[in-house]
């Protein structure tokens, strides 16, 4: 089956060494090695050996898989060049979400232009709440104002811990991005966890918010009203991502058939998310 992946962090210079998503040796409550548990996921030979080539295997396995690779928030330069090395390496296996920072500055503004309208990269991706900065806060409005007009899509992580306090993830704030730039597409990677139910009603309001919950609509609080929203409510809004290499892409997919409703499968696991992305 089909699959497109919004969330998935394959080991290439970006996420390795010391400190990153694939360090094996890191002692905190995130740590690769650690945090797959809190999911009930399994610790897969990719994962383990930060392995490309295994990843790749992994995907075959879950279906006709294909990765929406994003670079983080300390993207400047070199991270997003070694984004291009990768679509370049893996075609076809990879789409491309450039990592920008949440200032609106011209550099921001070049990125978007050299690596989304010019470039082969489908998307942009910024974590403003890593930066301590409210994803409604007008120093933004640039940035979305750009996106709207030229058709660009979002991916925002705005979910779990992306922010220093609990404020930085509440739907309102979203709910008023959406309302400024109602053409501006944008996808909520995390999906507002926890406030789940509101989350729900903030894509079910808004015709341009789509919702990834990612790992937060399996084993976690509230998933279940996730599971609910794309089996019925938002079964045009819900777009499936694994979140890897926080958990193992064959488990991930797996539980997500289980519970999704055969004829909202498509639609979840790759229909919605061409229609973000105009992939169709």
């Known amino acids: 089956m089909k699959i497109i992946d919004v969330r998935l962090r394959p080991p290439f210079p970006p996420y390795l060494g010391k400190g990153n998503m694939f360090d094996m040796e890191a002692d905190n409550p995130f740590a690769i090695n650690k945090f797959y548990k809190n999911f009930g996921m399994n610790l897969s030979d990719s994962m383990r050996e930060a392995s ?4 790749l295997e992994e995907m075959d396995r879950a279906g006709e898989m294909t990765g929406v690779v994003s670079i983080r928030k300390n993207a400047r330069g070199y991270e997003n060049e070694e984004l291009l090395k990768l679509l370049e390496a893996y075609p076809g296996r990879f789409l491309g979400a450039c990592g920008i920072h949440p200032d ?23 974590e403003p709440g890593f930066h301590g900065v409210m994803i409604d806060d ?3 409005f640039p940035t979305y104002e750009f996106c709207e007009k030229l058709n660009i899509p979002l991916l925002i992580s705005f979910g779990g811990f992306h922010g220093p306090t609990d404020e930085f993830c509440k ?27 509101a989350s729900v009603w903030l894509a079910f309001r ?7 919950p990612d790992i937060y609509a399996l084993h976690s609080a509230g998933a279940q009203s996730y599971i609910e929203a794309a089996n019925y409510m938002l079964r045009d809004k819900i777009l499936y991502g694994s979140a890897y290499p926080c958990v193992d892409v064959e488990s991930s997919v ?10 909202v499968v498509e639609n979840i696991m790759y229909k919605n998310a061409e229609t973000f992305f105009g992939l169709n």
Not at 104 to 126: K, R
Request: aromatic share 10%.
């Open 138 to 140: 007008e120093v933004l």
């Open 254 to 263: 797996a539980m997500y058939l289980e519970k999704l409703r055969p004829e």
């Open 52 to 55: 490309m080539e295994k990843l």
């Open 206 to 212: 808004h015709p341009n918010i789509y919702l990834s």
């Open 171 to 197: 739907p309102i704030h979203a709910g008023n991005v959406a309302s400024a730039f109602p053409r501006l597409k944008i996808a909520l990677c995390h999906a507002c966890w926890p406030w789940v139910e």
């Open 104 to 126: 609106s500055s011209a550099e921001t503004m070049a990125t978007l232009q050299n690596y989304v309208l010019d470039g082969p990269c489908i998307t942009a991706f910024m």
